[in-house]
């Protein structure tokens, strides 16, 4: 399992302190020894010097003490005392090796109990880590996914502003020729109704004239007729038979003259919309 960076760091730290300062402890130790055994030989050495004093002999006793030739030996008694408090200082020193010992191992446990939650930790942390970074990969993807997305609808929307800009000068266009054609259609309208009016004037004109004319005519004729009243009463064959200049009326009602041209009465005007 692969420790995280900072982990790994303290652990390095941790391990040169303590490489650094556990480098004299044997040194350390070793003086440490030195200076008891010092300390024990000295007190040892204080106790024979006084069995020595002890056993010098006394200028009021007639016997001289010779050491090693009696129970009560003082040096020897100084020696087994001394071996005895050495005896009880290593008896001392190993009962506090063994409760070093024994909280050396408690310490241990609590240690390795806090190893093993620190290694679940770190592995709940790197599982989480590595959950985040297949998040961020997934979110990268779904970035760069949504990066051409909005890249593709920019393309689109350009396209469709350049269509809307194209459109919109077309339709412009469309309207100027629109208006163009509406303003020709309108002076083609105005000229057209111009056009008719003055054929209806035209038209008014002639019928005018020619209503005239008929009266004029219809003067004359009345005129001839009264003139010729009392001669048609007289010879009443010559008006069954018709003067020699006279005129005649066919079946439909129009007037001919003897020599076959129509009268004025036929010659009407043909009109039509269009003039």
């Known amino acids: ?10 652990r390095l730290r941790l391990v040169e302190r303590n490489a650094r300062e556990s480098s004299y402890a044997p040194v350390i130790e070793q003086y440490r020894r030195l200076a008891q055994q010092t300390k024990l030989l000295k007190e040892r050495n204080a106790s024979l010097l006084r069995a020595m004093g002890n056993a010098r002999p ?7 003490f010779v050491p090693g030739t009696g129970e009560d030996n003082p040096v020897r008694a100084a020696y087994i005392a001394s071996l005895e408090s050495q005896i009880s200082s290593l008896r ?19 240690m390795n109990e806090t190893l093993r939650e620190k290694e679940e930790m770190s592995r709940l942390d790197s599982e989480n880590l590595r959950k985040c970074r297949d998040e961020i990969t997934v979110l990268r993807k779904k970035v760069d996914q949504h990066s051409e997305l909005m890249a593709e609808k920019d393309r ?14 077309e339709l412009s266009q469309i309207e100027e020729r629109n208006q163009t054609l509406t303003k020709d259609n309108a002076k083609l309208l105005q000229r057209w109704l111009d056009a008719k009016q003055a054929e ?17 005519r219809q003067t004359g004729q009345d005129a001839h007729a009264g003139a010729n009243g009392d001669a048609s009463s007289d010879s009443p064959a010559a008006n069954a038979n018709g003067s020699g200049n006279g005129e005649d009326r066919t079946e439909t009602g129009s007037t001919t003259t003897t020599d076959g ?4 009465a036929e010659t009407d005007v043909n009109l039509t919309p269009n003039g």
Do not use: C
Request: proline fraction near 4%; glycine fraction near 2%; hydrophobic fraction near 30%.
């Open 156 to 169: 689109t929307a350009q396209i469709l502003h350049d269509e809307i800009n194209t459109l919109q000068l």
């Open 1 to 10: 399992m692969a420790e995280p960076s900072w982990q790994e760091t303290l």
């Open 200 to 216: 209806v004037n035209r038209m008014n004109e002639a019928n005018q004239f020619y209503e005239d004319m008929q009266t004029r």
């Open 261 to 264: 041209t129509p009268s004025h």
């Open 92 to 110: 001392d020193e190993l009962a506090t090796v063994y409760k070093t010992q024994g909280q050396n191992a408690q310490r241990l446990l609590a």
């Open 58 to 64: 006394n200028p009021s006793s007639s016997t001289v």
